[in-house]
């Protein structure tokens, strides 16, 4: 993430995991589009401010891209659902994902199942109504100023389908995720649905009807920094949000719905999307997360800090000094003037600094 700065001559169809580093190391394995539209959006909340050097010291200089936030979103949008096996039908008529089973509500498999092959249909918007099995006569908007806007960046092929599925699997669900472009392959086996990967094919049909609709307030042009990114990251920083929130309140979701319903098993959830990416910004900047080195994306239970508290990001910027022996119990700040407060007396406070999280009198971490 360090080199980024040198990639400013690559062009957006010969961005590759390898080239673009957008992707980084394992054990999080990313495509160069989902990783730099990720990229994008970390650094339109999170970015760098070398302004406040001077003024509060380089701690607060980074964003989140240094700490590479964008694996936290990545990480946590492949974590949205886990499908079970057994819940999964042939069935295709939407009416039927009511039915009941022995574990609960059938979902059709092809809600799960997606390709966009963006190779010989003209444009990536080809693509998409070839997908949804419509025409630009179909749709309600401005149809050849979308298809002048979107691009996928570098993918020709983007396919998500179960992997060796049939009426005698049971448990967790698996998906295959293959994403191609001129260059590379990826191919990803996971557990959990791989909704990281198929919101940034959202994310650039959104920003191409934001810029459609003359909604962007900057020029938009390639962006140097997310060359494996599609149309989104070529928005500028502020209006990489405006973007995001025209799917809060500005009436793209049912404008753009057509196109939007293969693509996402359910469309209403991308509000609470979008909620959630500027909410886990916060958790991911201001926890432990850069510290975790390469157990990041591990599941929790299996993530070890590798950086000393005083070195992680978030702690130097804050001056929070890590966990340490004796916080929880430490209450003799609950009021001002600790104990010697006449108001601590109505707070039943204990006598000593002993807290309710004691067990035989030895002191538990924060």
């Known amino acids: 993430m360090k080199g980024i700065g040198g ?3 690559l062009s957006m169809s010969n961005a590759t995991i390898a080239t673009a580093q957008a992707a980084m190391d394992s054990p999080l394995q990313s495509d160069p ?3 730099d539209t990720y990229r994008s959006i970390v650094d339109a909340i999170v970015p760098r401010t070398p302004q406040l050097e001077d003024e509060l010291g380089p701690e607060h200089v980074p964003g989140g891209i240094d700490v590479e936030l964008e694996k936290f979103l990545i990480w946590d949008f492949n974590h949205f659902q886990e499908i079970r096996a057994e819940m999964v039908t042939e069935k295709d008529d939407l009416l039927e994902d009511t039915l009941s089973s022995d574990s609960g509500p059938e979902m059709p498999r092809s809600l799960f199942e997606v390709t966009v092959d963006t190779t010989g ?11 949804a099995d419509i025409s630009l006569l179909d749709l309600d908007l401005d149809g050849e100023a979308l298809e002048a806007h979107l691009t996928f960046g570098p993918i020709e092929r983007f396919e998500i389908g179960f992997a060796d599925l049939d009426d005698t699997t049971e448990g967790v669900a698996e998906f295959d995720l293959v994403v191609e472009t001129a260059n ?3 191919h990803r086996v996971l557990q959990n649905y791989p909704y990281a990967a198929l919101f940034t094919l959202v994310f650039d049909l959104v ?3 934001f810029v459609a609709l003359g909604k962007n307030e900057d020029p938009v042009s390639p962006n140097e920094q997310f ?7 070529r928005l500028s920083r502020e209006d990489r949000l405006r973007c995001l929130w025209t799917i809060i309140d500005g009436g793209v979701i049912d404008t753009l719905d057509d196109l939007l319903s293969p693509l996402v098993p359910d469309a209403g959830i991308l509000k609470y999307v979008v909620m959630a990416v500027n909410g886990l910004h916060g958790f991911g900047y201001y ?3 850069s510290g975790y080195g390469d157990t990041k994306t591990n599941t929790p239970n299996e993530r070890e800090m590798q950086t000393e508290p005083g070195s992680v990001q978030s702690h130097q910027q804050s001056g929070y000094p890590g966990p340490a022996p004796g916080h929880a119990a430490d209450w003799r700040h609950a009021v001002p003037g600790g104990f010697s407060d006449p108001k601590a007396k109505n707070l039943n406070l204990p006598d000593d600094l002993t807290g309710d999280d004691v067990i035989d009198g030895i002191g538990g971490d924060t």
């Open 7 to 9: 990639l400013a001559a």
């Open 33 to 35: 589009h989902t990783a």
């Open 121 to 131: 249909l003209g444009s990536d918007l080809d693509a998409l109504l070839d997908l």
């Open 184 to 186: 590379e392959t990826v």
């Open 207 to 209: 920003a191409a009807e």
């Open 227 to 233: 060359p494996g990114g599609g149309t989104f990251t």
């Open 287 to 289: 926890t432990e997360w």
